[in-house]
């Protein structure tokens, strides 16, 4: 039997790692019909069947697990020819895939990127705004913009600086509710809390603060429509103070709370580093991100 098309292994690894077509599509950019096309080719290659159906999706044989280390291997030596292969192109032109945090692709990189295409026009730029750590050793992004400190191996990283955090609500927020003066008054008033993302309610745990999800009126997991709800007046919310103090409208609850900055890191793989025209936008954002941070 010959050896299976990567493309094919590829698409068995993305269904036995999300448990659906659906999902697995998604995450290697392909439709349902091809990946279960892939499938039966390799259930035929190799004269097995790979996966059953269950309640929960689709469910590997034993036949299909003790195929999994071995595609992943090869998986690894192929994300690892290609990165090579790319770290190598030469000349100020292609596409640079940029991942950054849902606030900072708003807020901060809008002007940096304006700027990036009228110095670079052959340049191309595909933005990712979120707030999940994408992986870039399986290449989901050529840079990342990181508000986390990397932990990657085989990653270069790049601390550009910190942002310093703050609360801050609207002056009508403030004319209307009064203003807190210590960390107890927050029990009082509306704070924007999160959904699903437990970070604040780990952050007031470390700062010796009980408090629950009902106890935050508004909660939303997208920082950016948390930003705009604050800058509504619909409660307090915690924000970068460099991006709170350029707006007019809001301003800041000084309660002695202390809130660790966060650290602003740009991290690409260390394969990536010779290609000129991503090494040309990582010079870019690291010198526009590094002066606003040290100005802000």
Known sequence: MNTPDWTLLRSFLAVVETGSLSAAATRVGATQPTLSRHIRALETAFGVTLFTRSGRGLDPTEAALSLIDEARAMGAAAEALALKAQGRVQGLSGTVRITASVIVANLLLPP???????????????????????????RDADIAIRMVDPTQN??????????PLGLFGTRGYFERRGRPRNVADLAEHDVLGFDRNDALLRAYAGHGLRATREDFPIRCDDQMVSWNLMLAGAGLGFAQVSLAERQPALEQAEIGLRLAPLPVWLVMHEEVRGNARIRRVADVLSEALGSRLRAG
């Open 112 to 138: 940096i990127l304006a700027d990036l295409r009228a110095a670079e026009p052959r340049i191309q730029i595909e933005l990712v705004a979120s707030d999940q750590v994408q992986n870039l050793l399986r």
């Open 154 to 163: 085989a990653l270069f990283a790049r601390r550009l600086g910190e942002a």
